[in-house]
């Protein structure tokens, strides 16, 4: 069961922990249909920019591969 957590109850900054179900929308251009997820983990400030664009996690969809996600592609199933 996914728990809402309040900015400050987030843990690290980050409100997504690895084995929650999530709805990832991408931003890129063309992509319109959210798809259903689960976070693998969160990506460390050396795969990713932390500061500049924010928490982000690997996601598997049920591909044969995992996908990057930004936290505000996300959004709890």
Same mark, same amino acid.
């Given at each position: @069961?996914? $728990?809402?957590? $309040?900015?400050? $109850?987030?843990?690290?900054? !980050?409100? !997504?922990?690895?084995? &929650?179900? #999530? =709805? !990832?929308?991408?931003? $890129?251009?063309?992509?319109?249909?959210? #798809?259903?997820?689960?976070?693998?983990?969160? =990506?460390? /400030? /050396? +795969?990713? &920019? @932390? !500061?500049?664009?924010?928490?982000?996690? +690997?996601? &598997?969809?049920?591909?044969?591969?995992?996908? &990057?996600?930004?936290? /505000?592609?996300? #959004?709890?199933?």
């Amino acid at each position: @069961m996914i $728990q809402h957590m $309040q900015p400050d $109850q987030m843990a690290n900054g !980050f409100k !997504f922990e690895a084995g &929650d179900s #999530v =709805l !990832f929308t991408s931003s $890129q251009s063309g992509a319109s249909a959210s #798809v259903s997820a689960r976070v693998v983990r969160r =990506l460390t /400030d /050396d +795969e990713a &920019d @932390m !500061f500049d664009v924010g928490p982000m996690y +690997e996601l &598997d969809t049920g591909s044969s591969e995992t996908v &990057d996600a930004f936290e /505000d592609e996300l #959004v709890a199933a």
